[in-house]
């Protein structure tokens, strides 16, 4: 039953690879980012525009942004992309498990799948 429950969560994952999420909410900007956006909002405000310089802060708060985002994001579009190139599952994949899977729980008769990201999916009862 275990086993069913699991592949079919994989089979979910594997139809639907969007509903990976990180578990993490939105990371907040840094006071370096929030100095940045403030001086992107000035250069853009004003007439006309300096475009190097403009362009040149817009491209240190994309870095500093990307800096702010945590492991599971990254872990959240790995998941992602190899959940996109796999085909449905006629029984489980030792290798998808290993490479996707953190943990596997029984609760109140359900199978609860922990991903590498965080991300709990649960399947449905036991029979």
């Known amino acids: 039953y275990v086993e069913g429950q699991v592949l079919g969560i994989l089979n979910r994952l ?3 690879p969007g509903s990976i999420q ?3 909410a939105e990371p907040e900007d ?3 980012a929030k100095i940045l956006r403030q001086k992107l909002a000035g250069l853009l405000g004003e007439a006309p525009v300096d475009e190097d310089a403009a362009r040149r802060t817009a491209l240190a708060l994309a870095a500093e942004r990307l800096d ?3 492991p599971e994001e ?3 579009e790995r998941l ?3 959940f996109r190139r796999t085909a449905p599952l006629k029984r489980l994949d030792v290798d998808l498990l290993h490479s996707s ?3 596997i729980t029984i609760q109140k008769h359900r199978a609860i799948v ?3 990201n965080g991300q709990i999916v649960e399947g449905g009862p036991l029979k």
């Open 74 to 76: 990254h872990e959240t």
């Open 101 to 103: 899977v953190r943990k």
């Open 80 to 82: 992602r992309r190899v």
């Open 22 to 24: 990180a578990p993490t």
């Open 114 to 116: 922990q991903l590498k």
């Open 30 to 32: 840094t006071a370096q």
């Open 68 to 70: 702010a985002i945590g």
């Open 14 to 16: 594997i139809a639907d």
